[in-house]
């Protein structure tokens, strides 16, 4: 059976004066994702040391529409409100599918 889980990779760039609060908003985007949202089974924040204002979002969803879904929760607006507001740089979103694990 075809694995439907919709995979998302987002990257984004901020400032040292923009990385603290927009990783909160990431923090709190991933956990209402993770708790409110039955479609939502993953959702990393991740950054690096070698790049210390870049931001990855690793993202988990059962279906497109689960991430579809996602997208009108008061969260994820806020979370984008955060992206236009702090005006953090996206520097790429990357829809995904599953072709195998491990």
Do not use: W
């Amino acid at each position: 059976m075809a694995d439907t889980s919709l995979i998302i990779i987002a990257e984004f760039e901020t400032t040292a004066a923009t990385r603290k609060p927009f990783l909160e908003a990431c923090l709190e985007d991933s956990i209402r994702s993770v708790t409110d949202e039955a479609g939502c089974s993953c959702f990393d924040v991740l950054t690096t040391s070698d790049e210390p204002d870049t931001v990855i979002l690793h993202e988990v969803y059962d279906s497109p529409a689960a991430f579809e879904a996602h997208q009108a929760t008061p969260h994820f607006k806020a979370f984008s409100n955060a992206v236009n507001t702090l005006k953090v740089r996206t520097v790429s979103v990357r829809k995904t599918t599953r072709n195998a694990t491990a």
